[in-house]
Every structure is written in structure tokens, then in C-alpha cells.
């Protein structure tokens, strides 16, 4: 008999619990633990499960292998708090495609609790649903040297000339680099996000919130502002200190604060203070849980910016297949998406313009669209749309290549090697008014 | 190595059995239980995040870096939670134990806590503690359900 692996056990243990001749008043759950094992859960004492029915299960559970945590399944009473364990948010609906050779149709749906080390916030979309906060835009990409951050830039001077205040957080605590790019060393603020990480943990995260911003001079000239919450503060010397420290759980009265709860929780505190109109949060790069914050639970808008490369495509669709097996989260998520082709050539822009439009529209029909047949009545409410749909998250913002955009300094005039207000037009500018018309929307 | 030890047993009967005699009013044994069982689920945790067990299946009774010491995580509330961040070298799986003990709000709240109460005068012993004792109690209970789920127990 072959070895169950990862990619097939949660698959297996679904199909168990599909058993028409175990209790339907109990349906069964699946754990699957940090290794990746998985067990059984049943929201009843064990003494009220029928023997026949556990027995089944604990066979059932046995066959995963490496994969069963051990033969014993999880009633309520294995539970101090059972109500709070089989009744936390955490539980999801995960949908398990069947083996595609032999019913390629088929999904089997189970309740899955995927207790992990890391990655837990691409799946947690609850903070997203809180009111009442500026347009916060994520400016997300797969891998690092897209011109994320240059765009970032970009638009804050694009935004602050029409008058507005722009707040700009850098989260790429990893590779902190914004504010060299927005502010010159004599501006940085005294601290930085880190510094209010650390401080936070031990309760006095207000010590630093004074020294946490700085205004940029790319703005100096505009009627708006543009003000820079930076990953390190000026003159830092025990950064790679605090960064170690950064996402470690804190406890709190109300439970322990985790990474995710305290990146929430100075976002709207650094919106209370500046009263802007618009959030632009730069977000690290990668399939990490900076990144899952940002677009799962922070942003209004996710700007996911891709070049057009098997790199780009393979990462996206780990993660639209991840959202995808979580039809709940995957309904509160896709809505906020917009892809960003970066880098958009010189040469061949209409052939490179269509094939990029091709991959990214078969990227989110596979994965992020509703399936509708044509005539379905359910049509008008389906979150679908056609390949050349151009309000279609799939449909690409563009910010086109400018070698006067590499490795440049926004803070130096042309004549010195930087840019001036036509370049910035001539590589962003539609980029930018849809970016602000999407701003509009949300605003109204 | 005996088995004697489950500490994440013996931290859930503590804390239902404080609660059986918190009900009759008992509230200096029902904290002394509660006290037990905040101790025993950290002591699950350690355990779960790799320090070096004993003969007892326990914390062992030396410490494997000088074997002619004690092991200084083998002891009772409240030097223990003071002793786990100092000690953490001893702690294999550290971030797995610190995300684990973040579930502890206020580990601070036991430190009248004494094992000693056990021979106390009833009179002397701080009962305007007890409920907070009990809060931790359930706190610990809490983050062995997880570790439970997690499967690190």
C-alpha cells in the first residue's frame, strides 16, 4: 500500500467523514495539527457517540498513516473549554477537489480546524469588515524588483499634488527600504514600526507613537502631505534585535495579542492620530504573514503586482487555490483584489498586453470566479466576469518600464538623475487615475 | 523513564475539582488546587516544547547543562512562570513555548500564591486572590486545548 502524503490526506480523511451511516445529528470535523496530521472531532461527549460510529471513524483515522495524529478522536470532554474550541472562528469550510481523473467534478466540503505555525492570517478576514477607516491601498507582489515600492512613491506624490494627506506605512519590516526612498536621513523619524513593535510588547507602545512619523519633501511643494511611518528609525543600531522580536505573541487581558491583532491595532492607531485621506501600506514581498495581514484583513484595495513570468503565475495561483478551498474567505477577499502588470515593456505592448490579460483572466476564472452556465439566473449575482472586462479584478492596472525609474531617487530633480512630473505621468499616469477612481468609489 | 506524570491531566482535574469545592464555599483548598493547576500547565507546555523530562516522566529533577544542580523549571508557582523566561536556554521549541504562554494574561496574579498555604492558617491566606487564581487556572486549562489541537500534547 502506497504512503499517504500531505497532498492526499486531508482528502482521505473528507471522504471518511462523508460515510452516510455515521450520526448526521454530530457532523464530523477534521483537525489537521501543526505536522499536518489530522483527527477527528465530534462536538458530543464521547459517551453519547455509538461505539459502531467511533469505531469506524478510529479505523477511518488510522488509514491516514503518518498522517493520524494517533488513533484517538476528539470528543468535547478531551476539552477543558470545549464550547470555545468547537465553537471558534477559526473552523473553516474547506472544499477538497477530488482526484481530477476520476471525477473531475467532484468537491467533497468538510469543516476544517488547520492549526499552523505561520500563514493562519492569509484565511482570518475579519478586520476588513470594520468601518469607518480611510482607503487603505496594499501594494503587494509575489517576489521583490517590480517597482513596488516605486509605484508606492509615486502615487503619494501623485495623490499629495491633489491635495490630499496621505499616510504610508512601510510593513517590509524585512527589507526596510522606503523611507530612503521617500525621505532624506535628516527626516527620518527618531523611531520606527519596529521600535513600536518592541515597546508594545511590553505594554508602552505609546512611548514612541510622538516619533513615529516624518513628513516627506516629496510633498513639500504640494497643497497635501505625505507622512511616512518607516520600518527603522533614524540612527537605528539594534534592528535585527527588534526584528527577531517582532512577531512573537503578546499576552493581554483579553487573550494573547498576535502579530496580526497588533499590525491591525497601530494602523488605526496611526489613522486616529493623522486623520488621512488615504492609506497606503507597503506590504513585504512573498508568501508571508506580513503579506496575509496586509491583503486578508487590512486593505480595501490589494494591488498584486506581477510581471508576466511562470514566477508570477505559479505564486498567485498557490494562493487563489489556497482561498479557493475556503469558499468564505474567498468571497470576502476577491472583491478587494486588482492585479498591477508591472514593468509593462516598450516593445510589443499590444502582444505583451494580451497575453498577460489571457494568463492573469485563466488565473481568476480558475480559481476566484464563480462558475455560471450561460442563461443561469444566478448570473447577475455571480462574481464573474468576461475576459475583457476591464472593471474586472483580473482585468491589469499597468504602470509601464522606465529606465529613469531604476534604482532612481524621487528626491532629486531631473537634472540631477531623477525624474520630473512628465516622467512620472508618462510611466504611471493611467496607473494613477485608476487608482483614484477606484479611491472615489470607496470614498462615496 | 516512568509515566506516572501527565501533567495536562492533572492541571484539568485541579481545576475542576477547585471548582467543586469554590462551590461549597472551600475557597482556601479550592485555591490551592487552582494554583496546581496553572503550575502543572505550564509544566505541560515545557514538557511539550521539549525540557528534558525525568524518572518520573516530569520536569527532570537535574539540570542537563550541571547535572549537579537542580533543574531550576522543576519547582512550584510563582517562581516557575518567573523562572520560564530566565531559563528559556532550557527550553528546546522557546517560540513555540512563548506562543503558547501569551495565552497567560496576567501570570503576575499568582504571586501570593504559596504552596505552602497547605499548612496555613485559613485566616492567613490571601482568599480575595482566589478568583483571579482561578481566572489563570482556566487561561492554562485554555492553552492546553490548543496545544491539544496543535498537536504538541
Known sequence: MNAIRFNDALRCAAEAVQDDTLPSAWPVRVVRDVYGRLRFAVDCDSSDYPVDARQRLETAQQALGRYATDGRLLFRDDFSNPDEVFGGPDWHLARIAAPTEIEPDRAIEVRVLDRQIIGQDWLRTELAAEAGHPPRIVFYGLKGGVGRSTALAMLAYRLARDGKRVLLIDFDLESPGLSGLLLPPERVAACGLVDWFVEDAVGQGDLVLGDLLSDSPLADNTSGSIRVAAAMGNGERAYMSKLARVYADVPSPDGPQRFAQRMGRIVNTLEERERPDVVLIDSRAGLHDVAAVAISRLATIALLFATDSEQSWQGYGQLFKHWNQHPQVLRAVRERLAIVQALFPDSDQVERARRFLDRSYELFSEHLYDDIEPGDDAQLQAFSFQPDAKDAPHFPLRVRWNARFQEFNPLMGREDGGVDDKDIELAFGPFFEQIIELIEVLRA | ?153
Not at chain 2, 523530562?53 to 537535574?62: H, L, T, Y
Open chain 2, 1 to 153: 523513564m516512568g509515566n506516572e506524570v501527565n501533567y495536562a491531566a492533572a492541571a484539568r482535574r485541579h481545576l475542576n475539582d477547585g471548582r467543586l469545592l469554590l462551590g461549597q464555599g472551600r475557597r482556601a483548598n479550592a485555591g490551592q488546587l487552582f494554583g496546581f493547576s496553572v503550575e502543572c500547565g505550564i509544566k505541560a507546555v515545557l514538557i511539550a516544547c521539549g525540557v528534558a523530562r525525568g524518572s518520573d516522566g516530569g520536569v527532570a529533577e537535574k539540570n542537563p547543562l550541571d547535572q549537579k544542580k537542580g533543574h531550576p523549571l522543576r519547582t512550584h508557582m510563582p517562581i516557575l512562570s518567573s523562572r520560564v523566561p530566565t531559563f528559556g536556554n532550557l527550553i528546546p521549541d522557546g517560540p513555540k513555548a512563548t506562543s503558547y504562554f501569551a495565552m497567560l494574561a496576567r501570570p503576575g496574579d499568582m504571586d501570593d500564591w504559596r504552596v505552602d498555604h497547605r499548612y496555613w492558617d485559613e485566616s492567613s491566606i490571601p482568599l480575595d486572590s482566589v478568583a483571579r487564581w482561578e481566572c489563570l487556572a482556566v487561561e492554562a486549562n485554555a492553552m492546553l486545548d490548543q496545544a491539544r489541537l496543535d498537536g504538541v500534547l
